[in-house]
Structures are given as structure tokens and as C-alpha cells.
Nanobody
Framework: QVQLVESGGGLVQAGGSLRLSCAAS????????MAWFRQAPGKEREIVAT????????YYTNAVKSRFSISRDNAKNTVHLQMNSLKPEDTAVYYC?????????????????WGQGTQVTVSS
């Protein structure tokens, strides 16, 4: 079992920045690929970014490329999402997720563990 707790969400003006954090506890953090998903009101949950268990490879959905950056610190059992140049369309609940499988996991079903989510609101 892995427990995930997100933090760092809030209200920011368009063009601003936020840094989300996800703290993991339970089994060895470095066993898991990590991801950030988001869900806007009335929309399905979607992948934002992923990072492999050793931090060597990352993936970003096209909508956030060059603006967001995912990173992890296996010594501190944390994963972060640095979000710059935020847009109103980035408004959503952001979820941290962990998976023990291998390969590129882009769908929700690939992830075994989820946090409770943190709200990000970007005003225009």
C-alpha cells in the first residue's frame, strides 16, 4: 500500500505559477512510476505528466508542454509539479497517482494508488 497526499494548490492569476507536491508513505517510493492527473468540472480526468521510478524519463500532455515540469526526490518520497504560465483552462483538481507496472502509463487504469486531490484555480 502507498498513501499519497497532495498539497500546494490554490488560486492564482493567469500567467502565475504554482508548485504542487505529493508526499508518499508506505511501501518503497522508488518502486513506483508517478503521475499527475487533473479533472476539470464536467470533464473526464486526464493525464498531465508522468515520471519513471528513477526519474530518468518524463512525459507531458501537449497542453502543458514547456509550461509544466514534473520531478521527484526518492530520498524524500515526494513528487512535484511545477506549473508556470498558468492559464484559466488549467483550472482543475490535480491528483497524484502511483503505479507499480512498467511501460508508458497514460490511462487512469494503469495507476494503483491515488491521492485525494488539490484544487488549482486560475483566474483570468
Amino acid at each position: 500500500q502507498v498513501q499519497l497526499v497532495e498539497s500546494g494548490g490554490g488560486l492564482v492569476q493567469a500567467g502565475g505559477s504554482l508548485r504542487l507536491s505529493c508526499a508518499a508513505s508506505g511501501r518503497t517510493f522508488s518502486y513506483y512510476d508517478m503521475a499527475w492527473f487533473r479533472q476539470a468540472p464536467g470533464k473526464e480526468r486526464e493525464i498531465v505528466a508522468t515520471i519513471t521510478r528513477d526519474g530518468g524519463r518524463t512525459y507531458y500532455t501537449n497542453a502543458v508542454k514547456s509550461r509544466f515540469s514534473i520531478s521527484r526526490d526518492n530520498a524524500k518520497n515526494t513528487v512535484h509539479l511545477q506549473m508556470n504560465s498558468l492559464k484559466p483552462e488549467d483550472t482543475a483538481v490535480y491528483y497524484c497517482a502511483a503505479r507499480s507496472g512498467y511501460g508508458l502509463g497514460l490511462g487512469q487504469s494503469a495507476y494503483n494508488y491515488w491521492g485525494q486531490g488539490t484544487q488549482v484555480t486560475v483566474s483570468s
